[in-house]
């Protein structure tokens, strides 16, 4: 079946870059997707990649996309104390639902 | 358009109780999606619908979860005697076929004693 999996926790600190990574294992999955979610609150938007694509950068993200080992990074560069929350990797399968990660929770240090 | 709303923000019941959560989703988009979410975990998939069609439902959507969504635009969550681990935050997503980002609302979280 399908799984996404991420591992749970990442500390930086204030300015240094961040890395999450993603392995998904749906071969079919034309969508892969980055969201943040702060407590309390539900799920933002952060990009979007095809999975024809290899990269994808969006201001201080980029998204990395390796299809041959379905694995997926985000980047953040220059990670500030604002971005401090859960990350969530999701693949879009073929019945248009999005499969979620457990989170990976990044802890920014001043 | 203020994006995907989702009412009440927190519901405490009593077991046993009925619950109904209202997602109204963002005004073009024709398919609708409810989302449950424990404490350290992702969001899991429970439904989802195109226009009024309800289109899948996940196994994890027991007899007493029911979802409508009757002219195509808001939709409703229904759960019927409430148990403690019903207890999560229930979240809407909403999207269009030619839109391939998914919006979230802030969601419901549920507290049942």
């Known amino acids: 079946g399908e799984d996404v999996e991420q591992s749970l926790f990442l500390s930086v600190r204030e300015g240094d870059s961040s890395v999450i990574n993603c392995t998904y294992t749906d071969s079919s999955s034309t969508y892969l997707y980055w969201y943040k979610q702060e407590p309390g609150a539900g799920l933002q938007l952060l990009t979007y990649?095809?999975?024809?694509?290899d990269m994808k950068q969006d201001q201080r993200l980029t998204v990395l996309l390796n299809k041959k080992d379905k694995h997926l990074s985000l980047r953040i560069a220059d990670t500030q104390t604002g971005d401090s929350a859960i990350y969530f990797c999701?693949?879009?399968?073929?019945?248009?639902?999005?499969?979620f990660g457990s989170g990976t929770r990044l802890l920014v240090r001043p | 358009d203020t994006g995907v709303s989702q009412n009440p923000r927190h519901k405490i019941t009593k077991r046993g109780q009925n619950v109904t959560f209202r997602c109204d989703p963002i005004s073009e988009h024709n398919r609708l999606y409810w989302y449950r979410q424990t404490l350290g975990q992702g969001p899991e998939f429970l439904t989802y619908f195109q226009n009024e069609a309800q289109l899948e439902k996940s196994r994890l959507l027991s007899d007493r979860f029911s979802a409508e969504r009757p002219k195509g635009s808001f939709s409703t969550l229904e759960i019927q005697r409430t148990e403690q681990g019903d207890s999560a935050m229930y979240l809407c997503?909403?999207?269009?076929?030619?839109?391939?980002?998914?919006?979230f609302g802030s969601g419901t979280r549920l507290t049942v004693v």
């Open positions: 990649i095809f999975s024809n694509m």
């Open positions: 997503a909403s999207t269009s076929v030619a839109n391939y980002g998914y919006t």
């Open positions: 999701a693949e879009r399968d073929s019945s248009y639902k999005l499969i």
